[in-house]
């Protein structure tokens, strides 16, 4: 089948042919033989790479050109939106039937709003938590959607994202109970059961454009599930990096997964040095500019450092713990093929697409802060292994488990590679994630009784595949919760959500979290500072993980609590008994206060290497601690407007944007500028100007001597704060001209 053949607008077979398409593969024929241009709902299940991102653009062009409502695209993460908006552009110069142009958007951020903008837009690419923060919103736009895609479908058994994924898509469909829905995934073994709740039909195919092998390593050979063997050169000790060597030796590349993070670092650099010597004054030229692409951006600590060293000799690792803008230079570079091998973590096979020749995974066991090691699932193992084999780049592709002795090489051959993956099982049973679910439901008016709530949940994934009382009696329980905390009222059968209840849901926070903050701003200590206020939001079961101190930082955390013990929210649990409930409960204590005092030394502009040296807090946790606790206090600066706790308004917006920056209360102003952040705001403050009012009374030269205020910068600066620059004085310092000062002052 021809994508000239499609019945599809004739404008988009031409964006399609002339970006290379022609025929399609046996996937994207399937999908089609099966109505999915007709409108009818599909779970597409294909491995990586083999062309399922086409079937739902060509299903959402098709419907959308023809003005069949708006397209919703639903991804796990941020990462993977951008990605997929990126994709969308080359459609949008198309027009509809109607004349005009199509818009495409993405909107993943700011869970307090209801986003009427995208209602001038035809294609939204958004993630699954930002899309039930929508219809918590009550965005009315949602309701002229037509086409749901919802990638990455197997994730509704993760115990994390799957709940948020299964409510919002069980919501989009009884809101729009003709859109045509789209579900994609590499595995999903019980393809049938999503099918059926989504009342569609399934496709599951395990062709792949690049043929797949997988094998286990033992005691130098890989044993391939074909049957067929190859030695590998023990050259380093370290059977993974050997496996990985020898890839990049035939033109290829290679994916190491590791347990930990730690262990990504380590293989990381045992990888740089053992391809230090091989590269060309070309490659070391191209990784010499990326390693001070690492150095230069953001905040320097020692983690950036290391990764900059091993970039240089072409290798890297890549874990949640990098700052963001540093993970999106090595997947770049490693999508570029200038990094040959790159160590990671799990959190990689749940990210952007990544695929390299060879897959190698170190260790079949995986390590969680807080539950130890375990095995991974066959289900994860099928997503690592699927990223072998790059389209157009190899031949094949070599996914290769490895194993410490024979009895384990049989063991791993039997349990993974030969095994079919695990069923996707619905995770919305944990009270926990169901909480919030509940109240949301009912503050939407999705539900105005509780008959209407168990109506509303039975139309959800998990009620298909479980006996619905199970979760009836827990979803009573969580209402008896709900209104005995003022957040529903019950009269007669009626169930609505209160005033405090809405404005809970609508704040995207667990129910919990609202009880938390309200009784504390409630019953304060009887000194409120900073620290109680920080210890208010840590308390919340949002902040997560909170990883409980060892050693000496215990130690540290205790003298902290004695110090602070006026300023607590809340104390130290009494020891009533010397048991394992009081151990855990002050564990739990200490690992609260770690959040406060990273967060206090944040605030403080302590940098990023120093809270990476006293806390083992890495730059990416560092990010995820304080965009959370920026939204925890945003949630408490609403509430305490709800609740009349006026007195409290401006103290914890003034600590949400010191959070937000990292700074301390002299550099809010400045530090809100785009691109200035708090390094560059403490030097333009050291330099005298502290202030907007300042900045707008400064010429452009007297911007520039302020150290890391470069020409580029100090323009930015001037555009924002509303300063007007003569277009002569810009001229001059494009072409490298001085001027003389006092021409260079503008007057205002």
């Not at 607008?9 to 099966?34: F, H, M, N």
């Not at 993070?261 to 091989?278: M, W, Y």
């Not at 030394?601 to 890495?618: C, G, P």
């Not at 470069?710 to 003569?726: H, N, P, S």
């Amino acid at each position: 089948m021809r994508v000239s053949q499609l019945k599809i607008p004739e404008e988009a077979k031409r964006i399609l042919v002339e970006a290379g398409y022609d025929s399609l593969w046996p996937p994207q024929r399937e999908a089609i033989e099966a109505g999915v241009l007709e409108g009818k709902n599909l779970v597409l299940a294909s491995p990586t790479a083999s062309g399922k991102t086409l079937i739902a653009e060509l299903c959402i062009l098709n419907n959308t050109l023809r003005c069949m409502g708006k397209a919703l695209y639903l991804t796990p993460l941020r990462a993977l939106a951008n990605e997929k908006f990126e994709e969308f552009q080359r459609y949008r110069d198309l027009s509809k039937t109607d004349g005009s142009r199509i818009k495409i958007a993405t909107s993943t951020g700011d869970y307090d709003s209801s986003d009427e903008w995208l209602q001038r837009y035809d294609i939204i690419i958004s993630t699954n938590e930002k899309v039930d923060s929508l219809l918590r919103h009550k965005a009315r736009w949602i309701s002229e959607v037509g086409t749901i895609v919802a990638d990455e479908i197997h994730l509704l058994t993760d115990q994390e994202r799957g709940p948020t994924l299964e409510v919002t898509l069980t919501k989009l469909m009884k809101l729009n109970p003709k859109s045509q829905i789209l579900a994609l995934s590499a595995t999903v073994k019980n393809a049938e059961e999503v099918a059926h709740w989504i009342r569609g039909a399934p496709v599951t195919t395990e062709w792949r454009p690049v043929p797949l092998k997988e094998g286990v390593f033992s005691t130098g050979e890989v044993q391939f599930k074909d049957g067929s063997a190859r030695r590998i050169s023990e050259e380093t000790g370290r059977p993974a990096l050997d496996i990985a060597l020898e890839s990049v030796r035939n033109g290829g590349q290679a994916l190491i997964f590791t347990e930990t993070r730690r262990t990504a670092v380590q293989f990381g650099k045992k990888s740089s040095e053992a391809l230090h010597g091989r590269l060309t004054n070309t490659q070391r030229r191209i990784l010499g500019n990326l390693a001070g692409k690492v150095l230069s951006t953001g905040e320097k600590t020692r983690l950036s450092e290391l990764l900059a060293e091993q970039i240089s000799s072409g290798a890297g690792f890549h874990h949640a713990g990098l700052a963001a803008a540093h993970r999106r230079i090595v997947e770049n570079a490693f999508k570029a093929g200038h990094l040959k091998i790159l160590a990671a973590t799990p959190t990689l096979a749940a990210g952007v697409n990544l695929p390299a020749r060879t897959v190698v995974i170190s260790s079949y066991e995986r390590y969680e802060p807080g539950y130890g090691r375990y095995p991974i699932s066959v289900l994860e193992y099928k997503q690592y292994s699927g990223r072998a084999g790059r389209p157009t780049y190899d031949n094949y592709g070599e996914s290769i488990l490895v194993a410490k002795t024979a009895d384990e090489q049989e063991y791993l051959m039997e349990r993974y590679v030969c095994a079919e993956p695990e069923k996707v099982w619905s995770k919305l049973s944990a009270e926990r994630v169901l909480r919030p679910h509940v109240l949301s439901t009912i503050a939407t008016g999705f539900a105005h009784t509780e008959e209407g709530l168990y109506d509303f949940f039975s139309g959800t994934f998990y009620a298909q595949q479980n006996d619905l009382k199970s979760l009836r009696l827990k979803v009573g329980g969580i209402l008896k919760f709900l209104a005995e905390e003022g957040m529903v009222k019950i009269e007669s059968r009626n169930v609505s959500a209160t005033r405090f209840g809405r404005r809970v849901s609508e704040l995207y926070i667990d129910p919990i979290s609202a009880v938390v903050i309200r009784d504390g701003l409630d019953n304060r200590p009887s000194r409120l500072t900073e620290i109680s206020l920080l210890q208010l939001i840590a308390h919340t079961p949002d902040i997560t993980p909170k990883t409980r101190p060892r050693g000496a930082e215990s130690e540290r955390l205790s003298l902290f609590a004695d110090e602070h013990s006026r300023e607590l929210m809340f104390k130290n649990p009494e020891p009533w008994n010397l048991g394992l409930s009081y151990q855990q409960d002050y564990e739990d204590f200490l690992a609260e206060l770690r959040c406060v005092m990273v967060l206090e030394e944040w605030i403080r502009e302590t940098s990023e290497d120093d809270i990476l040296r006293n806390h083992r807090f890495e730059p990416g946790d560092l990010l995820r601690l304080t965009q959370t606790s920026e939204w925890l206090m945003y949630a408490a600066e609403e509430l305490a407007k709800l609740l009349e706790q006026k007195d409290l308004i401006r103290p914890i917006k003034l600590l949400r944007m010191r959070i937000r920056s990292g700074v301390k209360e002299d550099l809010v102003e400045l530090a809100q500028l785009e691109g200035v952040g708090r390094v560059r705001a403490r030097m333009l403050h050291n330099s005298g100007f502290h202030t907007i009012a300042d900045l707008r009374k400064a010429s452009l030269g007297s911007l520039t001597v302020v150290p890391t205020i470069g020409i580029t910068m100090a323009k930015k600066i001037k555009d924002q704060v509303g300063g007007r620059l003569k277009a002569e004085e810009w001229d001059a310092f494009k072409n490298g001209e001085i001027f003389d000062e006092q021409k260079l002052m503008t007057e205002y």
